[in-house]
T-cell receptor, first 108, second 117 residues
Framework: LAKTTQPISMDSYEGQEVNITCSHN???????ITWYQQFPSQGPRFIIQ?????VTNEVASLFIPADRKSSTLSLPRVSLSDTAVYYC?????????WGAGTKLIIKP | KAGVTQTPRYLIKTRGQQVTLSCSPI?????VSWYQQTPGQGLQFLFE???????NKGNFPGRFSGRQFSNSRSEMNVSTLELGDSALYLC????????????????FGPGTRLTVT
């Protein structure tokens, strides 16, 4: 099973681009990479999911290199409301491994 | 569209008691998964129900059980509560569930905060 490793915490400033990297050395061929955002007293909220290369939606981009051993969530122009814990999830078909989460603090 | 709802939001129980938590998925979603979230262990998969059938179960003791009704609402039961069961219990619904490969998106409820004293 893939093991996921992500930084425990990060901080940045409003208006900056934030990149959070997740390492998953043992990723399997069928595994997808998913990122979730969680605010206090709420459940995780789906941000983005990808398999390879780059995926972009209205809130984030996900970069996955060719070897798929890591992935980077990119949040453009963050605001104070982006302060949350971000989880990397790797797997497929019930073999799902959640990262420990990265606490992102955005400062004014 | 209404989101996933969980009741109750907070619960305090005593060791040895049992508890039932409830989850109502998004309308049209047939898959409901349950997770336990603790500061030490993070998010851990408990089980998934799809069309009233348990499709998979995580590595939890038999004290943790669940069921799903014909309207897709799900309940989770924990018997003989232990102090270590104190956690945030999250329910997630999805259209296709966790089986198979390919894209899947889960929608989580706000969770039930269970405290065992």
């Amino acid at each position: 099973l893939a093991k996921t490793t992500q930084p425990i915490s990060m901080d940045s400033y409003e208006g900056q681009e934030v990149n959070i990297t997740c390492s998953h050395n043992n990723i399997a061929t069928n595994d997808y990479i998913t990122w979730y955002q969680q605010f206090p007293s709420q459940g995780p909220r789906f941000i983005i999911q990808g398999y390879k290369t780059k995926v972009t939606n209205e809130v984030a981009s996900l970069f996955i290199p060719a070897d798929r051993k890591s992935s980077t969530l990119s949040l453009p122009r963050v605001s104070l409301s982006d302060t949350a814990v971000y989880y990397c999830l790797v797997g497929a078909n019930y073999q799902l491994i959640w990262g420990a989460g990265t606490k992102l603090i955005i400062k004014p | 569209k209404a989101g996933v709802t969980q009741t109750p939001r907070y619960l305090i129980k005593t060791r040895g008691q049992q508890v039932t938590l409830s989850c109502s998925p998004i309308s049209g979603h047939r898959s409901v998964s349950w997770y336990q979230q603790t500061p030490g262990q993070g998010l851990q998969f408990l089980f998934e129900y799809f069309s009233e059938t348990q499709r998979n179960k995580g590595n939890f003791p038999g004290r943790f059980s669940g069921r799903q009704f014909s309207n897709s609402r799900s309940e989770m039961n924990v018997s003989t509560l232990e102090l270590g069961d104190s956690a945030l219990y999250l329910c997630a619904s999805s259209l296709v569930g966790l089986a198979g490969v390919g894209f899947f998106e889960q929608y989580f409820g706000p969770g039930t905060r269970l405290t065992v004293t």
